[in-house]
């Protein structure tokens, strides 16, 4: 079973990813780190103690990650593609987290587990790029790094070059890019092909019996009328922070290339992702080598989806 800390900011895709994991037999959730991007700092917390709460997963440790990006910007939310509380069509105002343990946290499991527990950054880079930056991080005794960020030779969401989690605080991106060893960077070169229909959300609420059954309409009805605005005749949303918890479990079905990223952090272009593409590509001295997703078996991944999702 893998272990795993998710930094998460849900969000409807990723609260998806926090039930996938929750449910998947293979996934062990050690933590959540909780920052800001499709929502407030705040409300990722309140989303994320209720999924945990239906869940009964109480137990997961909830950590307080960034509140806003180190461009020194104020944080740009999305609550009219995610909802007013940032889960589509649900209100968690109510929720109170028990108990939320401080930025130290996220170390004392590194310190844990060690090379067993693989992070996975689901949402903007400041919460992963503070862990390398601090005094004292253990951030390279960590296992596996996987996150959901960039575009390669693709158009961006948050504008014509750039994706949103980079796009959201490039500073912390070109850290995260510059002093990672083997990230794993899944982009939306893939993301955005992980559609799963508004059919299939209707089928697991309705014939399905886990915790989550009862939300998934109303979460994702919600989002799929905001994503017809953006790809009209979409029928559903791109799920873009499930593909990096069922690459985990299913890397076979995910092809991978090996490349210096680099990330522009200013300027017309800012958060903008590229890589030398070439067949022979020019390496420069003493910057890591991170893997970029650029492929993946999309009917894969809606079965593994379904299955993991029909799971108790």
Do not use: W
């Amino acid at each position: 079973m893998g272990k795993i800390l998710l930094i998460a900011d849900p969000g409807v895709d990723d609260s998806f990813a926090i039930m996938y994991a929750l449910l998947n037999p293979n996934i062990e959730v050690m933590g959540i780190a909780c920052g800001y991007g499709n929502v407030s700092q705040a409300d990722a917390l309140r989303n994320s103690a209720y999924l945990l709460k239906l869940a009964g997963r109480e137990d997961i440790p909830l950590i307080n990650g960034a509140e806003a990006p180190l461009t020194g910007l104020p944080p740009q939310y999305f609550y009219e593609i995610h909802g007013y509380h940032g889960i589509g069509g649900l209100n968690t105002e109510h929720i109170t987290p028990a108990k939320v343990y401080p930025f130290q946290k996220i170390y004392d499991l590194i310190s844990t587990y060690g090379k067993e527990l693989t992070i996975v950054n689901l949402s903007r880079f400041t919460t992963l790029a503070l862990t390398f930056v601090q005094a004292g991080s253990n951030i390279h005794d960590a296992g596996e790094i996987i996150v959901m960020g960039g575009a390669f030779l693709v158009p961006g969401n948050s504008s014509p070059l750039a994706e949103a989690n980079v796009y959201g605080d490039p500073q912390a991106a070109k850290i995260v890019a510059a002093q990672g060893r083997g990230i794993t960077f899944i982009p939306l070169n893939v993301s955005n092909r992980a559609i799963v229909s508004l059919d299939i959300i209707h089928d697991l609420s309705e014939q399905t019996a886990t915790p989550f059954s009862p939300i998934l309409k109303p979460i994702m009805e919600y989002y799929s009328m905001q994503y017809q605005s953006i790809i009209p005749g979409i029928n559903g949303a791109p799920l873009h922070d499930v593909t990096l918890l069922s690459f985990l479990t299913n890397e076979d079905h995910y092809k991978l290339v090996h490349r210096q990223i680099f990330v522009v952090d200013d300027g017309p272009s800012r958060g903008l992702t590229y890589a030398d593409f070439r067949p022979v590509p020019e390496i420069i001295p003493h910057y890591p080598i991170n893997k970029i997703v650029i492929d993946f078996n999309v009917k894969y991944f809606v079965n593994d989806f379904v299955k993991t999702m029909s799971s108790l």
